[in-house]
């Protein structure tokens, strides 16, 4: 059973400029979520995919969109790029209907210069 | 809103001691999951322990164990016999039983332990 991969590990960006994170599902998951988590706080939620479309999604403004794949992988894009964008961004994937809770990869550390 | 309050932004702990971190969170609904997860320097959240609101009996995961105080809105974890390995992060979240999935968190507590 695999876990959830995240790509890249880190990555700088320039300010006004556009980002795609990417992530694979744990394997037999078909739900996945995106978390931002600035340093020294608790993850905050982004969005949610199912069935390759938006499922709930968190107080963040439309430049943060995303995609689910029908292997179930996701994308999160991030345009016109702020500094207030650092953050270390989470993926999360999980079952529907189980709340057994999620699988989280590691991460992907995003510094905005 | 739902929301999630740690109230011990850092904790610490002698090896093979016991440590009992807080959490209060607060809620109108009457079916959610309640969750801690660890944070190490590796980034990766591991989920630690769960539980149901509908449950009165406390989870237990081998030294992990927790006090749910449902009229209270509380829900604190308890690590017995603490090991260097436990050093972390550790983020209390939240869980609607419905169909979406979304986890609210705290803002953690950082757990030393010295050995």
Sequence with gaps: ETGVTQSPTHLIKTRGQQVTLRCSSQSGHNTVSWYQQALGQGPQFIFQYYREEENGRGNFPPRFSGLQFPNYSSELNVNALELDDSALYLCASSLTGDHVGYTFGSGTRLTVV | ?115
């Design chain 2, 1 to 115: 809103a739902q929301t999630v309050t740690q109230s011990q932004p850092e904790m610490s702990v002698q090896e093979a001691e016991t440590v009992t971190l807080s959490c209060t969170y607060d809620t109108s609904e009457s079916d959610y999951y309640l969750f801690w997860y660890k944070q190490p320097p590796s980034r990766q959240m591991i989920l630690v322990i769960r539980q149901e609101a509908y449950k009165q009996q406390n989870a237990t995961e081998n030294r992990f164990s927790v006090n749910f105080q449902k009229a209270a809105k509380s829900f604190s974890l308890k690590i017995s016999d603490s090991q260097l390995g436990d050093a972390a992060m550790y983020f209390c979240a939240y869980c609607d039983g419905g169909s979406n999935y979304k986890l609210t968190f705290g803002k953690g507590t950082l757990l030393t332990v010295n050995p």
